[in-house]
């Protein structure tokens, strides 16, 4: 078994993830490798959401009997874990969404509706990147289209980086707003935080950070990182699906608009007008992700006992091997940074010209899970010339022996389509 410096130990961590047991097509051993599209549960996790429905299902905060008041304390209990996690100055400033693609939708509708100095409108400007997630491109499409504001963004390096040599051009006095990705989810990319937000604050501008490939595979300090907002997921951390986070600094979710309406986030209400509950609750209305986020809170735990920055070394020391294995493979093009420095632990490669969807479907017969297609990224597939990629991403518990298994059923890809 090859051995390498900085992992975890995987074999103990395994014990605790069921599904990484199963045999598949015909009593092949799984071979998970789709970790950046969502992670599998341990069983602290399950066991969390099992026990929360059979002895605490209710629903939180305006009950005064015995299992809604206990409901509301797991809830409002995953809220502080949260804060801990994230190194967040107030539990208050933390938003529970139920995904990140909800909670970047939420920054652009409070933008949108936002009374002076936050108003985005035809005299401003919004900043993208070419790398984003299509969570992080539509929602401010839609916002350029409604209120007539202009769409920039920051292009791509033929090695897979930000191409940053305009900066000064693209966040101008102008720009309202500059939201990008922390790490990639299709090139791996660990993008210059402190290069774009220092040249935002130059200008005012607003900073939102898309956290979802980030949160779970490295510390994660929001006072650190100096942004204004920081969005990211649960199920791709070993939480459920359905839970989101969207933490923003507290001046900004006092003077923000809410953007949906509804129970819990009311102060009081008339026929003729009403008033706002404090953040976060303003944030969150009607009947939230109560179970999910109880999920999220025993993930963190579950993280946190294991230790986010030996994660990310585990990670890095595979993104390291698996680099090196994958450039063994004939005709294998990685697509995106080329070495593991300043890069997540997913890849993605296309394989001479056989076709990505062609690629996984053998591998899949050979129980290996991976990724294909443009990952909710098609403008950095336009941006390469390429119609899909293929992408292994790794996590936890990922071990080289899953990265040996990949190059092996690559070479089976390979012989298999001549």
């Known amino acids: 078994m090859t051995q390498l410096p900085g992992l975890l130990d995987t074999e103990a961590i395994r014990k605790d993830f069921p599904v990484l047991d199963r045999l598949v ?16 549960k341990p069983r602290q996790v399950l066991d ?70 936050y108003r985005v409108d035809r005299e401003t400007e919004i900043v993208i990147t070419e790398m984003e997630h299509h969570s992080n491109i539509v929602p401010w499409q839609l916002l350029s289209q409604r209120t007539g504001a202009k769409l920039k963004w920051f292009g791509l390096t033929d090695d897979g980086r930000l191409d940053l040599s305009n900066i000064e051009e693209v966040i101008t006095e102008k720009t309202k707003i500059v939201s990008f990705v922390l790490v990639s989810n299709i090139l791996g990319t660990v993008n210059p935080v402190e290069t774009i937000i220092r040249r935002a604050q130059e200008v005012g501008a607003l900073v939102l950070i898309d956290a979802s490939q980030a949160a779970p595979h490295m510390p994660l300090d929001v006072q650190a990182l100096q942004a204004d907002f920081v969005a990211f997921t649960g199920h791709k951390m070993c939480g ?26 009311i102060e009081t209400v008339s026929m003729h007008s009403s008033t706002y509950a404090p953040a976060p609750h303003k944030f969150e209305a009607g009947t939230p992700p109560i179970a999910q986020a109880v ?24 993104t390291e091997y698996a680099v090196k294995r994958l450039g063994e493979v004939p005709d294998l093009r990685i697509i995106g940074p080329t070495t593991a420095e300043d890069r997540g632990a997913a890849i993605s490669f296309t394989l001479g010209d056989i076709h990505p969807h062609d690629v996984g479907q053998v591998l899949d017969e050979q129980g290996i899970a991976v990724r294909v297609g443009h ?20 996590y936890l518990y990922s071990t080289p022996a899953e990265i040996d298994a990949l ?3 690559l070479e089976h890809v390979r012989n298999f389509f001549g």
């Open 25 to 40: 097509h015909d009593g092949k051993k799984l071979v998970y490798l789709d970790n950046a599209a969502t992670s599998q």
């Open 48 to 117: 969390a959401l099992s026990e929360y429905y059979e002895r605490y299902n209710a629903n939180v905060h305006r009950g005064v009997h015995v299992l809604a008041e206990e409901a509301t304390a797991l809830y409002e209990g995953a809220r502080d874990k949260v804060a801990e996690f994230i190194n967040a100055p107030s539990r208050d400033e933390v938003i529970f969404t139920k995904n990140a693609s909800e909670s970047l939708n939420l920054v652009a509708n409070m933008l949108g509706w936002a009374d002076e100095p």
């Open 240 to 265: 459920p699906t359905g839970i989101g986070v969207l933490w923003g600094r507290q001046e900004l979710l006092e003077d923000l608009p809410p953007f949906l309406g509804g129970g819990e986030m």
């Open 295 to 318: 999920g999220l809170g025993a993930a963190i735990d579950y993280l946190t006992s294991i230790g986010m920055e030996n994660i990310a070394a585990h990670e890095h020391a595979l």
């Open 375 to 394: 990952h909710c990224a098609r403008p950095v597939c336009l941006r390469y010339g390429i119609p899909a990629t293929t992408r292994a991403s790794f």
């Open 407 to 409: 190059v092996d059923g």
